[in-house]
């Protein structure tokens, strides 16, 4: 069994959880006094723990020394545009589960979903969420981070040197990262990428998924799965 926890909260000795991780051990899991538990922080950290003891409202747990969990390259960032429904929080799971390492939700011209103020950062923590739920059930220690961007300006600003890839559904490329230790790949809505957009991306290498059209929440989970796949991490 494996549950997140706060940062500040992974150090050795007793530790109390609450809400959801407790309703996961106690409910979900059925967790007794005695079941080992591992704990991980999401940011590369994990601890071995028992649990000591079960109420109501919480679980506590002894764990011993946390350790580091190193991250294994390449670092894999998807730039994934908003996408109607609940298909967005779907491509979001897929892609921790394949191993994506970030993830920036960013708004395309032709986008059929907007996001106002007031409702961006209740729907950029659903997405983390969702984030973190699907890094416990595949297994992973790190939780990608999920953030927003007003446009694609926005989502390139700041991008690390590395492999850039831009999915084009037109391409014949076959993927070829070599001994890249950093990727981005962005994808567009099902609209496609605007004629601007595209020009925004000339940079970028393009690459194909096949002969078929793959819906906008397909094509990045596929992509990230192909990289995992090719460097075998």
């Not at 609450?18 to 005695?34: I, N, S, T």
């Amino acid at each position: 069994m494996r549950i997140f926890v706060d940062p500040t909260a992974l150090v050795a000795g007793e530790l109390v959880v609450r809400g959801d991780e407790h309703h996961y051990l106690a409910h979900v899991r059925r967790a007794r006094p005695g079941d080992p538990v591992e704990l991980v922080d999401g940011v590369g950290r994990r601890a071995a723990a028992i649990v000591a003891r079960i109420s109501d409202d919480a679980t506590t747990l002894r764990a011993g020394a946390p350790e580091r969990i190193a991250a294994v390259p390449p670092r894999v960032r998807a730039l994934v545009p908003l996408i109607k429904g609940d298909r967005m929080e779907s491509c979001i799971e897929k892609l921790v589960e394949v191993g994506v390492d970030a993830i920036v939700v960013w708004r395309a011209a032709r986008s059929v979903v907007r996001l106002d103020d007031g409702r961006r950062g209740a729907r950029l923590a659903k997405y983390q969420a969702v984030a973190q739920a699907a890094a416990r059930q595949s297994g992973r220690a790190h939780v990608p981070q999920v953030t927003g961007a007003d446009d694609l300006t926005a989502a390139l600003a700041g991008l690390p040197e590395g492999e850039r890839l831009v999915l084009d559904p037109t391409s014949d490329a076959a993927l070829d990262v070599g001994a890249a230790t950093d990727i981005t790949i962005i994808s567009g809505p099902e609209g496609g990428l605007a004629p601007n957009e595209l020009d925004r991306l000339a940079g970028f290498t393009s690459l194909g998924l096949g002969p078929r059209i793959l819906r906008a929440e397909t094509a990045p989970m596929i992509a990230v799965a192909l990289i995992r796949a090719a460097t075998r991490t």
